[in-house]
């Protein structure tokens, strides 16, 4: 499929005291690709933070989003069978709440993130793989998307720009297996290809990191996804002008009780486990936030867990999880339909870095097809 990028970038200095030149670059470009949703590549690389562009990013990241649209149109032709490409299969869709700690540190009050302030949210809990039957039982990474509703303001994705909704995706490592937007696509392509050769040489596109990290992704069994703890992995911005940070977050049960893995795993046992916790009680989770501080903490660098020795997770809000019934069929349907995205999002938290930058393309359109084939109405929800 052709791509084509016209780009030129004009570097605006923010402010131009001799001792720092922290500074904003604005891109012009369009990504032209042939699909009906094509998403506008995010237009700030904010350089004070971190950010740094790479060669021809946007250009790739037209082809991650015409590859996998493919892939989905290949593989999902009948309305109501369309599914996400990768965290496919959902292990529960909840209905939760989100409040703000009162007593937050200043440094963090932005955003979302006022002292006190409660939100409604809905969670959708996932295996990692893009097959939507996969056992429960399989090593697997674990996703944890939530939506915060009634959020007011206006949001970054330029077709949800109204919407009143503020999405958190985590996975239940610090890190990913990637940071070059190139070596994304190339892993993908390998991937999906039918030779076998090809995908033998998925480590050395990897490298030995990535390929560890890849391994460690995707090679873990959980006994209950309520008793596990998440991570952004990739940065976003707190805050505004010169007192915005770069930040990571985590989220983590309250609760030290963890279960045993069973010894003979039914094909749907996490969905089990949380539906066995959640008619017993509530539970809750804490929202917690790192700060970039120092030099080894890059924003570009999605492959490295910051250190939490040197910049602790502190925590500033609590996720409660209440009773509920977790088999109904009206959410669970809505939670197939969702699409939860890191750029529905304030602009106080916008989400940093290539891979971030990758995902604004990606999901809007992967997620736009999927309802398209589906045939089912596209609107961000305003309650759970
Ligand atoms: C360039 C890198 C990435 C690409 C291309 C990518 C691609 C995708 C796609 C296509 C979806 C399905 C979206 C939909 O149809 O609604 C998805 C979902 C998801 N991704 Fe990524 N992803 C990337 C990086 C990451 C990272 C760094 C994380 C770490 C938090 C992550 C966590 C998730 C989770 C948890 C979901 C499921 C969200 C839900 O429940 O709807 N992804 N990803």
Redesign the pocket.
Known sequence: MLAFIRSSSLVLPTRTTPKTFPTLIFLFNRTMSSSAYDVPFPIIIDETLGERLQPNEAELTTK?ADT?ESVIHKEYREPGTAR????AK?TGILKAHFKVHENIPPQFQSGIFIPGKSYDAII?L?N?SGNPHQEDGHADGR???MKLLNVQGPKLLESDKNATTQDF???NHPF?F?NS?ES?LKV?QKNASDSALQKLTIPFTLGLKGTVNAAVLGGGKIANPLQVQY????PYQLGLGESRLAVKFSIKPVSPIKDELPNHPEHEYLHQAIKTTLEKGEVQFKFMIQPKIGLNMEVED?MTEWSEEESPFLEVATVTIPKQDVDSTEIQAL?ER????PWHSLVEHRPLGA??R??KV??ER??RV?DQINEVPREEPTQA
């Open positions: 991650i996998i996400r490409d990768v965290h959902a959708r996932s990692a996703g944890f998307a995706v985590f996975i990913f990637t937007t994304y993908f991570y952004s992995a990739v999605s939670g969702l699409s939860f995205n891979i971030n990758t995902r990606v999901y992967i997620s999927r």
